[in-house]
Each structure stands twice: as structure tokens, then as C-alpha cells.
């Protein structure tokens, strides 16, 4: 994996804040859940003439099982909870958060968060997130069904509140992607941190090796591009970021494809 560290994540001017712990989520699975997801994956019926009618197509029959198969192939998740800094009192708002699942990596002490605000534009996951919620007894999570471009998104939390908002494996599938992130900018405080993980293509590859990932992945509507990175450096000035390759399930060990984490500071 390689890594660069321009200061510490969790770094504030002022006095020195309690660093919340993370904790291992670990999701269990069998081999007929992942069949399930797999069959889900592998013969999508993709319906709708919205971005939000396709996603819940392709969604809705693999909801319940996202995580339970997903955190074996979303490996910048980790390193993305683990880098990202995040402090007792902080407003925390997840982008595109699904399932509510890296809520998970916390455990008790969410409730150290002054408020979390998870958005998602797919109902079914949607409502995973909220059962989440409901099952943990979180009282200061919030799930909210929406775009994470709508800047006018009823239960946002207020523009230059917001401590924390992360995205994860989100941007690659969301088209007007540069919305997100202006919105993003829009939420943040001055000094407030954004942390992002991705699938992405990389100059080390050979091409053949970048048009695979690209072809791969358009096919299931996610568009991987190197230009996330260099917007996010352009507009975030760099307080961590990393590239590593992850494997699937079920697929030869060879074939990885590169993800990267990115955490950085609205100045």
C-alpha cells in the first residue's frame, strides 16, 4: 500500500479533543447469502428512468445483504474509519452512506458524535440504515432518503456545521459528482475535515489493466476516474491519503483492482 501523511489526521488548532476509538465490524456470511448477492450482481434487472429508480433496481433483492458481502471487496472502508479524524462532539455527516454500516466501526461510542447524518439515495438500503439505527438505539443518528447533490435536502444539518462528512465508494456512482462535493464543502465548518475512499484507476497500471477496471465497472454503472483525486487535492488540501488494491470474493487473487483513500481539510 502506499501511503502519504502530510500531518497528523486528527491535528486541530486549539486545545486537544478525545479522539474517538474504533472498534473491528466484521460482518458474518455464508456461502448461499454470497450466492444470493452474486446472482443480484452478476444478472441485475436494471429498471427506471431515474438514477434513484436504477440504483433501487439493482438493489432492492441484495439490501439485507450489502455488507455481509461487500466488506470483503470495499477494502479502503477500514483505512477510511481508521485515518479520518473524528472527535467527542463532532457533527459527522456519511454521503451516500447505504446501510449505515461504517457507523459499525465505532460501536458504543457513536454516541460520543454530537449528531451523525447518513444520506442515501436508495431506498432499500435506506431502510437497512434505519433498522440499523433502531436495533443499536443510536438517539443521535439520523438517516435521511435523498440526493447527496441537493444542497436544499431537508435534514442536512445547517452549511458550515458539519465536523466530518465522508464518502465511500459513493462518488464513482453518483454523475454530477463535482455537486457532491460542492455540497460537501457547502456543510463543512472552516478547518472541518472531508475523508473519501474509492475504486480508482491509477498511472502505475498498463492500460489494458485501466480499460479492464473502466469497462468492468461501467457495466454495473460505476465510473471509475483518476480526476476525483486531483479534484479532491485541488479543492481539500491533503492531510492523508493512500492507494491500495483490493481483491473480490471468489475471484483469483490476481486480479485486484486499485482503490484510494483521501482525507483532507476544507480550508
Same mark, same amino acid.
Given at each position: 500500500?502506499?501511503?502519504t501523511?502530510?500531518?497528523?489526521p ?9 479522539r474517538i476509538d474504533?472498534? !473491528?465490524y466484521t460482518?458474518s456470511h ?6 444470493q ?5 452478476? @444478472? /441485475?434487472?436494471?429498471?427506471?428512468s431515474?438514477?434513484? +429508480?436504477?440504483l +433501487?433496481?439493482?438493489?432492492k ?6 455488507d ?5 471487496m470495499?477494502?479502503g472502508r ?6 479520518m ?9 456519511d ?5 449505515g454500516?461504517?457507523? +459499525? @466501526?465505532? =460501536? ?9 447524518v $447518513?444520506?442515501?439515495l436508495?431506498?432499500?438500503? $435506506?431502510? #437497512?440504515a434505519? +433498522?440499523?439505527v433502531?436495533?443499536?438505539?443510536? &438517539?443521535? #443518528? !439520523?438517516?435521511?432518503l435523498?440526493?447527496?447533490? *441537493?444542497q436544499n435536502? !431537508?435534514?442536512? /444539518? &445547517?452549511a458550515g ?8 465508494? &459513493? ?11 460542492a455540497?460537501?464543502?457547502?456543510l463543512?465548518?472552516? =478547518?472541518g ?5 474509492? @475504486?480508482?484507476v491509477t498511472?502505475c497500471q498498463?492500460?489494458i ?10 457495466? *454495473?454503472? $460505476?465510473?471509475?476516474n483518476?480526476?476525483?483525486?486531483r479534484?479532491?487535492?485541488?479543492? @481539500?488540501?491533503c492531510?492523508?491519503? !493512500?492507494? =491500495?488494491?483490493?481483491t ?16 483532507g481539510?476544507?480550508a
Amino acid at each position: 500500500m502506499v501511503s502519504t501523511r502530510s500531518q497528523q489526521p486528527n491535528s486541530q488548532d486549539g486545545p486537544t479533543e478525545h479522539r474517538i476509538d474504533r472498534v !473491528e465490524y466484521t460482518p458474518s456470511h455464508t456461502l448461499f447469502t454470497d450466492m444470493q448477492v452474486l446472482k443480484a450482481m452478476w @444478472f /441485475p434487472s436494471i429498471k427506471g428512468s431515474t438514477h434513484q +429508480e436504477q440504483l +433501487e433496481s439493482f438493489y432492492k433483492t441484495q439490501a439485507h445483504l450489502y455488507d455481509s458481502y461487500r466488506c470483503r471487496m470495499l477494502h479502503g472502508r477500514k483505512p477510511l474509519v481508521q485515518s479520518m479524524p473524528a472527535s467527542s462532539g463532532d457533527v459527522w455527516v456519511d454521503l451516500g452512506g447505504g446501510t449505515g454500516s461504517n457507523l +459499525e @466501526f465505532f =460501536g458504543a461510542d457513536i454516541s460520543e458524535f454530537k449528531k451523525v447524518v $447518513v444520506v442515501d439515495l436508495t431506498p432499500s438500503l $435506506v431502510q #437497512v440504515a434505519r +433498522e440499523r439505527v433502531l436495533t443499536n438505539k443510536w &438517539a443521535n #443518528v !439520523e438517516i435521511v432518503l435523498g440526493d447527496a447533490t *441537493d444542497q436544499n435536502l !431537508e435534514g442536512l /444539518p &445547517a452549511a458550515g456545521s458539519v465536523d466530518l462528512l465522508t464518502i465511500s465508494y &459513493a462518488l464513482t456512482m453518483i454523475p454530477n459528482w463535482k455537486d457532491a462535493l460542492a455540497n460537501a464543502k457547502r456543510l463543512l465548518k472552516p =478547518g472541518g475535515h472531508i475523508a473519501i475512499c474509492d @475504486f480508482t484507476v491509477t498511472e502505475c497500471q498498463w492500460p489494458i489493466s485501466r480499460y479492464f477496471w473502466k469497462r468492468l465497472f461501467a457495466s *454495473d454503472h $460505476v465510473h471509475l476516474n483518476s480526476e476525483h483525486r486531483r479534484h479532491l487535492r485541488d479543492n @481539500f488540501p491533503c492531510v492523508h491519503t !493512500e492507494i =491500495g488494491y483490493g481483491t473480490f470474493p471468489y475471484v483469483p487473487r490476481l486480479f485486484k483492482c486499485p482503490f484510494y483513500v483521501y482525507v483532507g481539510r476544507n480550508a
